[in-house]
C-alpha cells in the first residue's frame, strides 16, 4: 500500500476489520509478521467509534489538542462548518456528532494515513454525503493513504481497491 491509494476493508461483524486498522496504528500487535510504518505519527490518524476519549472533556479541548499533536491549525469556522460547539462536553453530544467530530479532525490532515473504521456509522445523510465527498476528494492525491473499514458495499465503493475479510478465515 503506497499514497494515492484507497482501499476499502470489508467484511461482516467480527471478521477482523476494526483489528486490522489497530494494527495498522499500532494499538496492536499482529500475532504473525510484523507491519513496518514509515509514517510520523503526527500523520496518523485513525478513526474509530469505539475509542472514544474521556467524556467530560470539551468538543474545543479536543480540537486544541488534536491541534497540538498533529501540528494542524483550524480557523473559527471549524466549529461552524461541521456543527459542533466547542464548549460542549463529549457525553452531552449525540453519537453522530461525536464521529462527525473525529472523522472532521481526520480530514483536517494535510497529507498522511487516514484509517477510518465506519466512517459514516451514526452519521444522517447530508453528513454521510458530505464524508464520502471529501474521501473521493483525496483518493489518487499520493500524499494520502486512505484505508477504511466498512460493512457497507455502498461505502465500499467508494474506494478504488478492496480486500475483503471473511468471518471464518479465508479471505
Known sequence: ?????????????????????????????????????????????????????????????????????????????FYEQWALPPERPLFQLSAGMRQRLFIALSLSLPEGILLLDEPSAFLDESYRDRIHTELIRRQGNPSFLIICATNDPSEASLFQKSLYLSSDGTN
Open 1 to 77: 500500500m503506497e499514497g494515492g491509494e484507497s482501499w476499502a476493508l470489508i467484511g461482516p461483524n467480527g471478521s477482523g476489520k476494526s483489528s486490522l486498522l489497530s494494527v495498522l496504528a499500532g494499538f496492536l500487535t499482529p500475532t504473525i509478521g510484523r507491519i513496518e510504518r514509515y509514517v510520523q505519527p503526527q500523520r496518523l490518524a485513525w478513526q474509530s467509534p469505539h475509542v472514544q476519549p474521556p467524556p467530560e472533556l470539551r468538543v474545543g479541548d479536543i480540537v486544541r489538542d488534536w491541534s497540538r499533536q498533529k501540528e494542524v491549525s483550524f480557523s473559527s469556522s
